[in-house]
């Protein structure tokens, strides 16, 4: 994973995790342990299921540029219902607390959208390859026509 790639996912990552652990000591004050876990369990899907997508997407960007703007619309398809499926199967659960799960589920899933749109942001991604039309011997246009 290039080093562009790795700081994206540890920048949107890490701020995740940490409002996790947020979600987690909230909800064991407020609903005991099944609370915890419902708030564990969210962050676990939030993290997984974003930080898949954000590196399919990446590897889909620099093998197939034209497929970027597709391939992230199909992406977020798939991740939101994979969410809704999950949020079926465990609705009536007994192994943590649903309501506190989809509170967290959804203030994570905010803060690592938040996170990877300011580490984008910040990034200092170059749109060109330097050097390109040198490496593959083509030569720059000359100019013609007129200069005034």
Same mark, same amino acid.
């Given at each position: 994973?290039?080093?562009?790639?790795?700081?994206?996912? #540890?920048?949107?990552?890490?701020?995740?995790?940490?409002?996790?652990?947020?979600?987690?000591?909230?909800?064991?004050?407020?609903?005991?342990?099944?609370?915890?876990?419902?708030?564990?369990?969210?962050? #676990?899907?939030?993290?997984?299921?974003?930080?898949?997508?954000?590196?399919?997407?990446?590897?889909?960007?620099?093998?197939?540029?034209?497929?970027?703007?597709?391939?992230?619309? +199909?992406?977020?398809?798939?991740?939101?219902?994979?969410?809704?499926?999950?949020?079926?199967?465990?609705?009536?659960?007994? +192994?943590?607390?649903?309501?506190?799960?989809?509170?967290?589920?959804?203030?994570?899933? #905010?803060?690592?959208?938040?996170?990877?749109?300011?580490?984008?942001?910040?990034?200092?991604? +170059?749109?060109?390859?330097?050097?390109?039309?040198?490496?593959?011997?083509?030569?720059?246009?000359?100019?013609?026509?007129?200069?005034?």
């Amino acid at each position: 994973m290039p080093s562009n790639d790795a700081r994206t996912l #540890l920048h949107t990552a890490v701020p995740t995790a940490v409002i996790g652990l947020v979600a987690v000591g909230v909800a064991a004050g407020i609903e005991g342990g099944k609370g915890a876990i419902g708030a564990a369990v969210a962050t #676990l899907v939030v993290i997984l299921f974003m930080g898949i997508g954000l590196v399919v997407l990446q590897r889909t960007a620099k093998q197939y540029p034209h497929l970027f703007q597709a391939m992230g619309m +199909l992406l977020y398809t798939t991740q939101l219902l994979l969410l809704f499926v999950f949020l079926m199967v465990f609705k009536n659960t007994e +192994l943590f607390d649903p309501q506190v799960f989809a509170l967290t589920l959804v203030v994570a899933t #905010l803060v690592w959208v938040t996170a990877q749109a300011r580490a984008y942001m910040k990034a200092k991604i +170059l749109y060109v390859e330097p050097g390109e039309s040198e490496a593959t011997g083509a030569r720059e246009p000359r100019k013609t026509g007129s200069t005034t």
